[in-house]
């Protein structure tokens, strides 16, 4: 498959986990006006370690996929925002196998991080050019823009979305009593 369909689907899933993204905050923030809700604000406590190791696996997989396979080069803001996700792949396998929902500040702790080097690396890649400094010497420029679809998601908003999913998703399972 042509790298440009690969990133149009990856596209089309950032704007999905951006949606869902938004929907559980506000179920996060309202779930007590909306008992009817209660359904999925137990799926989310009861799943939500799988499917934050899901969500982290997958998306450390695409990372690996178009550096490794597509040859794209990382830049240092690329690799500082994967060192903030590549341990939660793990820190989740090993949670959601004994249940143990403290991981939730960690994985919160991580994506807070993960979110803020993100959010700066958007804003560098889509403001005018020189507008905030590039960690960048002699390598790949961090102001290089490799893939951008549908005018504003770019390898940076994909790194946003899937933190700030998992920061909202954490919140869920945080609120969850804790299996020794």
Not at 1 to 26: C, D, K, R, S, W
Not at 55 to 63: E, G, H, M, Q
Not at 126 to 148: D, H, K, N, R, Y
Request: one cysteine or more; a neutral charge.
């Amino acid at each position: 498959m042509p790298l440009e369909t690969i990133n149009y689907f990856l596209a089309l899933g950032t704007i999905a986990i951006q949606i869902l993204t938004v929907g559980f905050l506000a179920l996060y923030l309202l779930q007590k006006q909306f008992p009817d809700l209660a359904d999925i604000t137990q799926f989310l406590k009861d799943w939500g370690l799988w499917i934050g190791f899901l969500v982290s696996a997958f998306a450390s997989a695409i990372t690996v996929v178009h550096s490794g396979i597509f040859g794209l080069p990382p830049c240092p803001l690329c690799w500082w925002q994967r060192a903030f996700l590549y341990p939660q792949v793990v820190l989740f396998c090993i949670a959601a196998l004994r249940r143990d929902t403290s991981i939730a500040l960690y994985s919160i702790a991580l994506s807070l991080i993960g979110l803020g080097i993100a959010i700066y690396h958007h804003v560098l890649q889509m403001a005018p050019v020189g507008t905030l400094p590039c960690p960048a010497e002699g390598g790949v420029s961090c102001a290089q823009i490799f893939f951008l679809e549908f005018g504003y998601i770019t390898y940076p908003m994909m790194a946003l979305s899937a933190f700030a999913f998992l920061i909202v998703l954490m919140l869920f399972v945080r609120s969850t009593p804790r299996a020794l």
